[in-house]
């Protein structure tokens, strides 16, 4: 367990923010999967203070996926202390995350995500403007540099904590890898090392024994979970229980990965409404059957799908098929 300001967390896993992925309806599901702590994905501040309207429905948030952690994105310190205030006031956030590691070159351009990283007095100056007109815990979420010849995250974390940051998240890449190569983790050590506030490592944790071995590398406080809880809630809850136990729990069956898939489609139906859910929940149930044999059709299917009852049918048909090969299979054997 450990505490974020005052916010407590019951366990070391955290969502990671996820852009397109990180709404009310994927992370009530990763949270009833048992994370600590859910972030939801990068909004604009712009788009905030502007009042775009498809920016104001990603602040959304249900009352059963808290606490939360609220990313918000800027190239200036004045917008973004307003839309921090926007989010304090309008919101039930329990944290407010600023984004200083998105490597898009469109985020890059406005001088927000990554782009701070070159400068631990502009990040200072950024969350101490930040922590002073908002009361909710601020938080940074921050790359570990630029590129090779430019890794400040020591530097940089330490700023965070002087200006009165409550934790970073740091993932352990630079802005150039992008998601190429290996996510160092002995930097998020150095890092952990250097300041007193808490510290959630984050990169290429893929398995539940892969989150332990950073818990235990490198003394981090939290390990945050992006790219493997995609389609795979399960990854958060084998990972909590993994923790907590030592023992791994069996992966999901096709069908319960099929069941929570429409979960997930019912959810963001009602978030988003039908033609747009389903044209999203394209790329989810694809991820949900990652791995699953002989997919290659109904994943072709699935993405001219259009209804909630299309969806249905092609999951629930490809499982038929599967248990089908499985009964042969066994009458085989
Ligand atoms: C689809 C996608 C969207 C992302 N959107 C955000 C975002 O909005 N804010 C952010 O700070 N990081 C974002 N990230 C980065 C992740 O939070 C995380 O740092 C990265 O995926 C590494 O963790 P992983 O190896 O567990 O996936 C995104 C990553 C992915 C794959």
């Known amino acids: ?118 400068d631990p007095d502009k990040i200072y100056e950024v969350v101490a403007a930040v922590v002073d007109a908002v009361d909710k815990p601020v938080t940074v979420k921050m790359r570990m540099g630029w590129d090779d010849d430019h890794i400040y995250a020591v530097e940089n974390a330490q700023a965070v904590e002087r200006a009165g940051g409550k934790a970073v998240a740091l993932h352990g890449r630079t802005r150039v890898q992008m998601y190429e190569g290996t996510a160092n983790w002995d930097i998020i050590k150095q890092v952990k090392e250097a300041v007193n506030i808490p510290v959630i490592g984050n990169g290429d944790v893929k398995t539940p024994e892969d989150a332990k071995r950073m818990l235990e590398m490198t003394g981090c406080d939290g390990v945050m979970i992006g790219r493997a809880a995609l389609g795979d809630p399960w990854m958060i809850y084998r990972t909590v229980h993994y923790l907590e136990t030592g023992e791994l729990m069996d992966p999901p069956t096709p069908k319960e990965k099929i069941e929570v898939c429409l979960l997930h489609a019912d959810r963001l139906i009602q978030l988003k409404g039908e033609k747009l859910a389903i044209m999203e929940m394209r790329k989810h149930a694809a991820w949900y059957l990652k791995g699953l044999r002989g997919n290659a059709k109904v994943r072709n299917a699935l993405n001219e799908c259009e209804t909630r009852e299309e969806l249905e049918s092609l999951l629930r048909e490809y499982i038929a098929t599967l248990e089908a090969k499985s009964e042969q299979d066994i009458a085989v054997v």
């Open 1 to 118: 367990m450990f505490k974020i300001g005052d916010i407590e967390l019951k366990n070391p896993v955290v969502l990671a923010p996820m852009a397109g992925v990180c709404n009310a309806a994927f992370r009530l599901i990763v949270k009833e999967f048992g994370a600590a702590l859910v972030c939801a994905e990068m909004v604009s501040d712009k788009g905030i203070l502007y009042k775009n309207e498809k920016t104001l429905d990603m602040l959304y948030i249900d009352e059963r996926e808290k606490p939360l952690s609220l990313q918000i994105f800027g190239g200036e310190i004045e917008t973004l202390v307003e839309a921090a205030k926007f989010v304090e006031k309008n919101t039930t956030a329990d944290i407010i995350d600023i984004n200083m590691g998105c490597p898009v070159p469109k985020i890059i351009k406005s001088d927000a995500g990554a782009k701070w990283l070159l």
